[in-house]
């Protein structure tokens, strides 16, 4: 089954700590990995997916083929990353539809 | 350059009443999809339309009907509302290339 894990709720951290948020995902093919990031009261938005390789924000995210894995990072959070994060996949040949894990609420205190 | 629009924003409903919740954009994009947000849950996919006049089943589609009559709208209906479907409501859209899906703000539904 497809499904997408992210075991934390709630992550707290204080300023310029560093940050991970888990995802792991279970599909058999290779799906494609997206992050999603919502702020309070705004709609979502794509922070980054995997076939980019990109940072965005300061944060990166790195496909583990092997542990099935897209942990979310960045070395140094800021007080405006707080938000809620959900990690998503796309199966192959779904016509895009998403598939998201239950979201991470990240708190970033001062 | 709107997006993707929904209306209305927020409702109140009570049980058994219909309801159809509208989700518009503007990008001519082919796809179009309905979430629902739950706390813990995540989004879950309701419905979802590849083109227009096609439809098809998301993950949790029991108690909605949804239609695609217009290429920019993709309609979700209640037609007898539940309590369970109190929930947060989001549209999407993508096109046929290699992006990912626009979001709209979200309808915020609750039924008593």
Redesign the interface.
Do not use: D, P, T
């Given at each position: 089954a497809q499904r997408?894990t992210?075991p934390e709720?709630l992550l707290s951290v204080f300023k310029g700590a560093p940050v991970e948020l888990k995802c792991n995902y279970s599909y058999s093919g290779s799906p494609e990995l997206?992050w999603y990031v919502q702020y309070s009261r705004?709609?979502?938005?794509?922070l980054l997916?995997h076939?980019s390789r990109e940072s965005i924000k300061g944060f990166t995210a790195d496909l583990n083929k092997g542990e099935t894995s897209f942990h979310l990072k960045k070395p140094f959070a800021q007080e405006e990353d707080s938000a809620m994060y959900?990690c998503?996949l796309t199966p192959t040949g779904g016509?895009?539809?998403?598939?998201?894990?239950?979201?991470t609420r990240l708190a970033v205190h001062p | 350059n709107a997006g993707v629009t929904q209306t209305p924003k927020f409702r109140v409903l009570k049980t058994g009443q219909s309801m159809t919740l509208l989700c518009a954009q503007d990008m001519n994009h082919e796809y179009m999809y309905w979430y629902r947000q739950d706390p813990g849950m995540g989004l879950r996919l309701i419905h979802y339309s590849v083109g227009e006049g096609t439809t098809a089943k998301g993950e949790v589609p029991d108690g909605y009907n949804v239609s695609r009559l217009k290429k920019q709208n993709f309609l979700l209906g209640l037609e007898s509302a539940a309590p369970s479907q109190t929930s947060v409501y989001f549209c999407a859209s993508r096109d046929r290339s290699n992006q990912p899906q626009h979001f709209g703000d979200g309808t915020r539904l609750s039924i008593l």
């Open positions: 997408v992210q709720k997206f705004q709609r979502l938005q794509l997916r076939i959900y998503a016509y895009n539809k998403l598939i998201f894990g239950a979201g | -």
